[in-house]
């Protein structure tokens, strides 16, 4: 697997651009006021985390890890994206909550970061941005401490082969990736505020499941556990609707495939 630089560089401006527009409209008032916005699913399967550490990459504007935080672990967030991390700064202040924030692309990590942690943790919106996913199995491995686990949750690759601008279940794109990354040009409108319309293209890979487990084994991890779900935490097609917990999940009769998948590995 390689890397793509220019790729890379045109995906930081594509994240210092939207980091401001999701301080905006993410939902992180349950932080501020004392709570978390961390999902039942991710909670009940990375369990306790006081006085643990916590290494989250990809970590946009530290919602998640602020969260952790919150639940009383003692965390690391690293992000591409300056500006993301600067929104992450502000809403620690906010909240009342101390958070290291490192500026690394997740390959450059073991030049700025040294020491091992109880847990490395990605979730959600993470695996495209990468390229290379031998060299992100690399990295968890070496920052894991023995006896320490890796956490991802992630949408499923089986539902990125739905086409997302039609209604109903249509096949648009391949499941298998070409190395290529798939550029999306802008002027769409932002998944988190639909008002906002995005200007800087990205650049984005699919990756299979396999892909995924393999970068994993290959670099010496053991899965405990890998599970499937039924739902999602944001519209990613259009015929979606929100449930009572606030995930999106397809319509009745449709609703037996998967959106997203966690696992757990050591
Ligand atoms: C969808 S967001 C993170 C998901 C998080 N669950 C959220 O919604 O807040 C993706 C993040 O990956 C970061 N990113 C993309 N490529 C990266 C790379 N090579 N190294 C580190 N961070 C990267 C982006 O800057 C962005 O903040």
Redesign the pocket.
């Known amino acids: 697997m390689k890397r793509y630089f220019e790729a890379?560089k045109g995906?930081?401006t594509h994240?210092d651009e939207l980091a401001e527009v999701h301080a905006e409209s993410y939902d992180y008032e349950e932080l501020i006021k004392g709570g978390h916005v961390l999902d039942a699913i991710q909670t009940g399967e990375v369990g306790e985390v006081r006085n643990r550490s916590l290494l989250h990459l990809?970590c946009?504007?530290g919602?998640?890890t602020l969260s952790w935080a919150r639940l009383g672990a003692d965390v690391t967030g690293?992000?591409?994206?300056p500006v993301?991390l600067r929104e992450a700064q502000k809403l620690a202040a906010k909240a009342g909550l101390t958070a290291r924030f490192i500026e690394s692309?997740?390959?450059d990590l073991a030049g700025k970061l040294d020491g091992t942690f109880d847990i490395v943790y990605t979730?959600?919106?993470?695996l495209c941005?990468?390229s290379d996913l031998k060299a992100w199995a690399r990295i968890i491995r070496k920052y894991l401490k023995p006896g320490g686990f890796f956490y991802l949750m992630e949408s499923h690759p089986f539902m990125h082969v739905f086409d997302d601008e039609s209604d109903g279940l249509n096949v648009r794109y391949p499941y298998f990736p070409g190395e290529a990354p798939m550029e999306w040009p802008a002027d769409y409108p932002d998944y988190s505020d639909s008002d906002y319309i995005v200007k800087s293209p990205s650049w984005e890979w699919q990756w299979s499941i396999s892909d995924i487990l393999n970068a994993l084994i290959e670099n010496g991890l053991k899965i405990d556990f890998f599970h499937e779900h039924s739902v999602i935490p944001w519209k990613a097609l259009p015929c979606m609707i929100k449930d009572d917990n606030g995930f999106w999940r397809l319509p009745e009769g449709m609703d037996n495939l998967p959106l997203m998948f966690s696992l757990r590995a050591h």
């Open positions: 890379e995906n930081r994240w990809q946009h504007i919602t998640d690293v992000d591409i994206s993301s692309s997740v390959y979730s959600i919106g993470v941005w990468l």
